[in-house]
């Protein structure tokens, strides 16, 4: 073995020869990458958006390509009023959140279902029967997107990819270095828009999208006056069974949204 070894060593030096013209570039490609895996950790960790976020051009791309799929399934509103009104309000509320990084859209698709989503990157779409269940006050629209912008500015979609990455093994969840984030979000986010987030994230993006609609204007128990009109809805027996109640399968049960709202207000 050892005679080989003057052989590896010429081998050596005939590669840095002729290839040591990329090693700078590697040297500045993996200090960008090993710079936006410390930017990002200290993101999530701190909860406060850092100068070009790694992580909001991430949510960026894959809100693109989620905001196009939506899009491609459903149709728009074509109440152009509504539409507006959802644009004010969404990009009122937007202005206040914590990250500023993100593509804020804000739409309504023509839907008999009640629901509104929230996509990574910032899109935010109401349906419009749920809004015509918010009638004509702006307060309980604005609950209702301050809840879907909460979920965006909170990261809880990013979070709930990397709790279920760490359920698997921790060395699965590498976004930064291998672009794993792009196409870990994309197949979570379809999940999520089913199954929903954890009741104490649904919770807090109550408490912190009521605290988006004061700082713009609006009452802060707007979305809890709309809770209390969705928990006496009934289905509507034109629609497949369980479908018209489909916000109630991805979000908890309306009592204790209203109580955790109120508790909240009442001691502020």
């Known amino acids: 073995m050892s005679r080989f070894i003057p052989y590896l060593v010429i081998a050596l030096l005939i590669w840095i020869f002729f290839f040591s013209h990329t090693f700078r570039p590697l040297g500045r490609w993996l200090g960008r990458r090993s710079g936006e895996l410390r930017d990002a950790g200290r993101e999530i960790l701190d909860g406060d958006e850092v100068e070009n976020s790694p992580i909001a051009r991430y949510e960026n791309e ?51 279902i009640p629901y509104a989503l929230s996509l990574p990157g910032g899109s935010v779409f109401v349906t419009s029967a749920l809004a015509r269940l918010c009638g004509a006050d702006d307060d309980r629209l604005a609950g209702v ?16 990819t990397a709790t279920r990455a760490a359920t698997h093994g921790i060395l699965r969840f ?25 009741e104490e994230r649904e919770i807090e993006a109550d408490v912190e999208g009521s605290r988006l609609a004061k700082r713009s204007g609006y009452a802060p128990l707007g979305l809890c006056e709309f809770l209390k009109d969705l928990s006496d809805l009934r289905p509507d027996p034109e629609l497949p069974s369980g479908e018209y109640l489909k916000y109630f399968q991805s979000h908890p049960q309306p009592a204790r949204r209203i109580r955790a709202l109120e508790e909240k207000w009442r001691s502020s």
Do not use: C, W
Not at 69 to 78: D, Q
Not at 145 to 160: C, M, N, P, V
Not at 188 to 198: M, N, P, Y
């Open 145 to 160: 997107i301050g809840h879907e912008i909460a979920h965006i500015d909170q990261r809880h979609i990013l979070k709930s």
């Open 62 to 112: 894959v809100g693109k390509t989620m905001t196009a799929r939506v899009l491609s399934e459903h149709s728009l509103s074509a109440d152009m009023h509504l539409q507006d009104r959802v644009y004010r309000i969404g990009h009122e509320l937007a202005a206040q959140a914590g990250r500023q990084q993100l593509n804020y859209r804000f739409a309504v698709l023509e839907d008999p």
């Open 174 to 198: 590498v976004p930064l270095l291998r672009g794993g984030l792009v196409r870990s979000l994309s197949g979570r986010v379809e999940a999520l828009i089913e199954q929903g987030f954890s």
